[in-house]
């Protein structure tokens, strides 16, 4: 079992930047996909981004190119997510995921944190 704690969100302009981070304390990273998904008010859960053990392959949601990305620092097992240009539509609870398979889908995950709450105003 891998718990994942996420932090970093909060509220910023239209236009702003936030850095989200995930850890899983006392575990390691080893092995696994990183992965990034979203869900707003009322919508399903979506895939945002992805980057592969040990980080050499990022994948992107077509919503998120150019304004997103992805790192990881396996040595203190932290998953981080850049998000710049900020749109109020980015405005979602983030989840970050973890799995030995995993790619865009949900199912294709393993051990999920809690989210954080991102707000961006107009």
């Known amino acids: 079992q891998v718990q994942l704690v996420e932090s970093g969100g909060g509220l910023v302009q239209a236009g702003g930047s936030l850095r989200l981070s995930c850890a899983a304390p006392g575990r390691t990273f080893s092995r696994l996909t990183m992965g990034w998904f979203r869900q707003a008010p009322g919508k399903e859960r979506e895939f945002v981004t992805a980057?592969?053990?040990?980080?050499?392959?990022?994948t992107y949601a077509d919503s998120v190119k150019g304004r997103f990305t992805p790192s990881r620092d396996n040595a203190k097992n932290t998953l981080y997510l850049q998000m710049n240009s900020l749109k109020p539509e980015d405005t979602a609870v983030y989840y970050c995921?973890?799995?030995?398979?995993?790619?865009?889908?949900?199912?294709?995950?393993?051990?999920w944190g809690q989210g954080t709450q991102v707000t961006v105003s107009s």
């Open positions: 980057i592969s053990w040990p980080g050499g392959s990022t």
């Open positions: 995921a973890a799995g030995f398979a995993g790619a865009t889908k949900t199912w294709e995950y393993d051990f």
